[in-house]
């Protein structure tokens, strides 16, 4: 385990005493996203274990290397495995390079509170908007999961069977794959293969052109 985010093994515990059975702490060491969850409590919430892989979020500040200068992400929307609704929130562990090299999560189950809201609303009738552009981050048990659930999404929202796409749509698929850090997973050339109806090498063909093209 990196000695920066060995530092914080501590803070589960804590966090999790302090904070109580509804809210689950995760930390994570991105030295292998396929493994990236060394620590986690009350992960009857997630249904993660140690060993779990890095989220679909935690890929994509990785990939795309745009909170260099944010110490933390609070407040967003986070969807376990069984379709649960969290509140979620990441602090980011850094090196002395100020490089990412973990992550401490905290996600909340408010569904008790979310229905006693509803009944509140009920009496009083406070309006609330639904901001539909917040970041939303998916917790899945293994990679095959999150690497199934990533394609799943990316090529549903295309709107398009696979079988009828032409080669400039699936390349579209697979460079947002790509940019959403979904490459960084082990075994993922043949499940996007496979629901592209195409072959591993035409896959490898499409990365080293989107690759050339940055």
Do not use: W
């Amino acid at each position: 385990m990196n000695v920066y985010v060995q530092r914080y093994l501590p803070f589960i515990d804590y966090l999790a005493e302090v904070l109580g059975k509804d809210t689950e702490i995760v930390l994570h060491d991105i030295k292998d996203m396929d493994c990236s969850v060394v620590a986690i409590r009350n992960n009857h919430i997630s249904g993660r274990n140690v060993g779990a892989p890095a989220t679909n979020l935690v890929l994509k500040i990785i990939k795309e290397g745009k909170h260099n200068n944010l110490d933390f992400l609070s407040n967003y929307r986070g969807i376990s495995e069984s379709g649960k609704t969290l509140k979620s929130s990441t602090y980011f562990i850094r090196n002395e390079k100020h490089s990412i090299v973990g992550m401490l999560c905290i996600n909340i189950d408010t569904e008790k509170f979310v229905r006693f809201k509803d009944y509140l609303e009920t009496i009083i009738a406070i309006p609330e908007k639904v901001d539909d552009s917040r970041v939303v981050e998916r917790f899945s048990s293994s990679v095959a999961e999150l690497a199934f659930d990533s394609i799943r999404n990316v090529i549903g929202n295309a709107g398009i069977p696979s079988g009828r796409m032409s080669q400039e749509e699936k390349i579209k698929i697979v460079q947002e794959l790509y940019d959403n850090g979904v490459f960084l997973l082990k075994g993922t050339i043949s499940e996007i293969a496979k629901q592209l109806a195409t072959s591993e090498a035409t896959i490898y063909r499409y990365l080293n052109k989107i690759k050339k093209g940055k």
